[in-house]
């Protein structure tokens, strides 16, 4: 179609999420068209990430300092933690802005069909953070899935030891939601986690 | 091809972006396949968790084909059980074990059947699927096995050839012994719970434990033995959280 280098290029773009062939093909359309101004600085930028975006040793977010600009804010209450699945998760709750502690990303949830076990967690540097002192409480923040729950039960019991409070996020209506277009699922975790007003 | 029943979800697994494959099993059908597009989006997500009861539709051009899954809400077991620990493990053990114990396409309608009591019980009173939900997933167990063909012998001893009074089970031919016929080789024989003889008998999680042992022991060696696949590690979970709770205790929330 137009060289080896483009075809190059749209097959890596039409592997990221969200892009087929044919949005990849578009895509690498328009940064070819104005290579100065997108192509280049998106070449620049992607090979900066690569060289300097690392995991953080403490609590699993990615950046490009090591501990992670959350970990190493002063003014987040270190006595909170937040559990989340991914990183994307971290990425929505700090985008919400309603978290003002730390974080900690499991990388995963037990899964018997994904073969995710207990050991393929990242759960140790979690367990080090605890026993160095001064968590009050750890948020488990994973998904409502059969899997988000077994781990939540399984994480509740491993970090119970440490002394420090273990809570949950609330399920139920989202914001928005009318209850008649709710489906059942949703409507009978909120029932069940219904609490007083 | 195509058909429409109700079905109970085993397992989804992402398939792509947004759509999952799905394992269900019905009563008239058996364990069924199928690709569900946008499985894995907000809206459906919460459809396909294991141990929901839905109204299925398969349907693909050629019977042999992996074919397409759809499927309208019943009864959200998963939603209702994902607070309570012990129900929620239970849900998951035998949601796995018959995802992986079941041979495709073939009818069980009597594990149907079971399993649809045992995911009401668990779903519907989390105060009962706490008394008695792990006898009644043993009773399930036991009644998958025979199912398949691999079912305990529990009319009489082996040894003596009396009926009644059975204490324990052999791991080899998997009939039941009295205390007398097992003699000195009582070590070597599996302990036989009394519920799995005493309908009315909800057990302790020390008879518990011994009768996951008994029908872990069979759906390891015969059910997944067969396929070369160890048990799957929510049974071996719902194990060991049996095995580590207080004899006398109550069952944890």
Not at chain 1, 36 to 54: C, S
Not at chain 1, 101 to 120: A, Q, R
Not at chain 2, 31 to 40: I, K, N, P, T
Not at chain 2, 200 to 224: I, K
């Amino acid at each position: 179609m137009g060289g080896p280098e483009i075809e190059r290029l749209i097959e890596l773009l039409g592997k990221l999420p969200g892009l087929g062939p044919r949005s990849a093909r578009r895509a690498a359309l328009g940064l070819l068209r104005q290579p100065q101004a997108r192509l280049l600085p998106l070449a620049n930028a992607m090979e900066q990430a690569a060289r300097t975006v690392r995991t953080c040793a403490r609590c699993g977010n990615l950046d490009s300092r090591d501990p992670c600009t959350v970990c190493s804010d002063p003014n987040r209450d270190q006595g909170l933690i937040c559990v989340v699945e991914g990183v994307g998760d971290l990425w929505a709750l700090e985008r919400a802005g309603v978290h003002r502690g730390l974080y900690h990303v499991l990388g995963g949830t037990l899964s018997p069909l994904g073969g995710i076990g207990p050991e393929d967690l990242n759960l140790s540097p979690l367990l080090a953070r605890l026993e160095a002192g001064g968590v009050r409480e750890v948020i488990l923040a994973l998904g409502a899935t059969v899997e988000g729950a077994t781990t939540q039960h399984w994480l509740s019991e491993r970090l119970a030891p440490s002394g420090a409070t273990i809570s949950r996020v609330g399920q139920g209506v989202p914001m928005g939601g009318a209850l008649d277009v709710l489906d059942d699922g949703t409507l009978a975790a909120a029932l069940m986690a219904r609490r007083a007003s | 091809m195509e058909w429409e029943a109700p079905a109970l979800v085993l397992s989804a697994t992402p398939y792509g972006e947004n759509a999952v494959v799905a394992h269900v099993l019905t009563a008239e059908h058996g364990a069924y396949r199928g690709l569900v597009r946008g499985g894995a989006s907000r809206k459906q997500a919460s459809l396909w968790q294991a141990g929901n009861l839905v109204s299925a539709r398969w349907f693909a051009r050629l019977p042999e084909q992996l074919g397409n899954l759809g499927a309208e809400l019943v009864h959200p077991s998963a939603a209702r059980i994902m607070l309570h620990r012990l129900p929620l493990a239970l849900l998951s053990s035998c949601c796995a074990v018959a995802d992986g114990a079941l041979p495709e396409r073939e009818p069980h309608p009597r594990v149907f059947d079971g399993l649809v009591k045992l995911l009401t019980l668990l779903s519907l009173d989390a105060e009962e699927a706490q008394r008695s939900g792990v006898v009644a997933l043993i009773r399930w167990e036991a009644a998958l096995l025979a199912d398949l063909g691999y079912g305990l012998d529990l009319t009489s001893c082996a040894v003596t050839g009396e009926a009644g009074e059975l204490s324990f089970v052999s791991p080899r031919s998997g009939r039941g012994v009295s205390a007398v016929g097992a003699g000195t080789w009582r070590d070597r024989l599996l302990p036989l719970p009394p519920f799995i003889m005493n309908a009315g008998d909800v057990g302790n999680p020390s008879t518990w434990s011994q009768g996951l042992r008994l029908t872990g022991h069979f759906l390891a060696r015969d059910a997944f033995g067969a396929r070369h696949q160890p048990l799957p590690a929510a049974r071996s979970r719902l194990q060991d959280m049996i095995e580590a709770m207080p004899v006398a205790g109550e069952a944890p929330g």
